[in-house]
C-alpha cells in the first residue's frame, strides 16, 4: 500500500485484526521519479526505477549481493562490507 498517512492508518488497522500490510509509497515515489525523501537525491535515480528492479530480479544472491557492496563502497565508504555473505 502507498497513500500516504491514510496508507500507515490503514496498515495499523489491518495489522490490528491479526493481517498483513505493507506500506511501500516511498518505493512507488521512486519509481515515478518523485524525490519524497532526503535519500532519494543520496543515490542515482536509477536505483529507484521500476527498470532497476526488471534488470536485478533474475540475478542470483550473490550477484545481487555483490552490486550491493558495489553501492555502498561508492556511495557509503564509512560502511565496511567484507562481513556481508
Keep these: ?3 500516504s498517512l491514510l496508507g500507515k492508518i ?7 485484526k491479526g493481517g498483513i500490510a505493507i ?3 516511498s518505493i512507488f515515489d521512486g519509481w515515478a521519479n518523485i524525490n519524497s525523501r532526503p ?4 543515490y542515482p535515480s536509477k536505483y529507484y ?3 532497476h528492479l526488471v ?4 540475478l542470483e544472491p550473490k550477484e545481487r549481493l555483490d552490486l550491493l557492496r558495489e553501492l555502498l ?3 557509503e565508504p564509512s560502511i565496511k562490507c567484507q562481513n556481508l555473505t
Design 73 to 75: 563502497d561508492q556511495y
Design 55 to 58: 534488470e536485478t530480479a533474475s
Design 39 to 42: 535519500y532519494f537525491g543520496k
Design 23 to 25: 506500506d511501500i509509497g
Design 1 to 3: 500500500m502507498g497513500s
Design 10 to 16: 490503514i496498515c495499523n488497522h489491518i495489522y490490528s
Design 49 to 51: 526505477s521500476i527498470e
